[in-house]
């Protein structure tokens, strides 16, 4: 499944292919489409784990891949196998979301969420200390409750927790604020870092998971930058790596 920086990147891109150009056929129904049919697509962005399609008279087509939705970008019309939905432009290009389990969504004028971004300036170390007061939640399954949090996937939430040295099992409300207000920092960094890594590496991307320079969500990697063992278990039917370098409050 895609996570933020992968679809902060696929924002991006698509945004240098599709901005301008006319929405000219949207396969969905409903009697919404009037809104966006013949506008120019102003801007793609990214909200949370969703990208986001603001056209010229301000109407939004929300966009959420879900497990395994993909996007195939062409610039002639064509139905690429398990599309879901395709957007048509007037210059004949197409933008087709495939997934074979049909669960990928398109939401029109999505309703705004107060819940903050994982990288917007409302989530921050008073933010967060909030949320962790109190909690007896594992600080993994708040990091990725995208009520608390939107953005944060269970890839991203290891190697953010190895980057402030926090094993992923510690109690929420057990964390001291000085370690809190270094998790804030660290979601941010790892996060604007893979941003940056997946645009230097995959300049066209606009598909898939980039996850080969993690430096402990990676399966079959033996050991962290620091040379200790990464760890695997299961936690809440997720796939969790973790090292013993991770302090535990509890």
Request: charged share 30%; glycine share 6%; aromatic share 8%.
């Amino acid at each position: 499944m895609p996570e933020l920086p992968d679809l902060e990147v696929f924002s991006k891109h698509l945004q240098q292919k599709l901005r301008g150009k006319k929405l000219k056929a949207l396969s969905k129904t409903g009697t919404w489409k009037k809104d966006f049919l013949r506008q120019p697509l102003r801007k793609v962005y990214r909200e949370g784990k969703e990208l986001r399609f603001l056209f010229g008279n301000g109407h939004i087509l929300g966009l959420h891949l879900m497990l395994h939705g993909k996007l195939v970008y062409e610039k002639e019309n064509s139905k690429p196998a398990h599309t879901v939905f395709t957007m048509q432009f007037d210059d004949g290009s197409v933008l087709s979301v495939t997934d074979w389990q049909k669960k990928a969504r398109i939401t029109p004028d999505p309703e705004l969420s107060e819940v903050p971004d994982a990288l917007s300036k409302e989530f921050s170390s008073a933010y967060l200390k909030r949320q962790l007061e109190g909690s007896r939640a594992a600080v993994k399954k708040l990091l990725i409750d995208q009520h608390k949090i939107r953005g944060i996937g269970n890839a991203y939430a290891d190697e953010i927790l190895y980057d402030a040295r926090i094993s992923p099992f510690s109690i929420a409300g057990k964390i001291p604020d000085a370690a809190s207000a270094k998790l804030v920092r660290s979601v941010k960094k790892v996060l604007k870092d893979a941003v940056k890594k997946i645009s230097k590496d995959h300049p066209d991307i606009i598909a898939g998971e980039v996850r080969d320079f993690m430096r402990v969500h990676l399966h079959g990697k033996e050991k962290s930058p620091g040379g200790k063992p990464i760890e695997h278990m299961e936690m809440n039917g997720r796939n969790t790596y973790f090292t013993e370098e991770q302090i535990e409050y509890k």
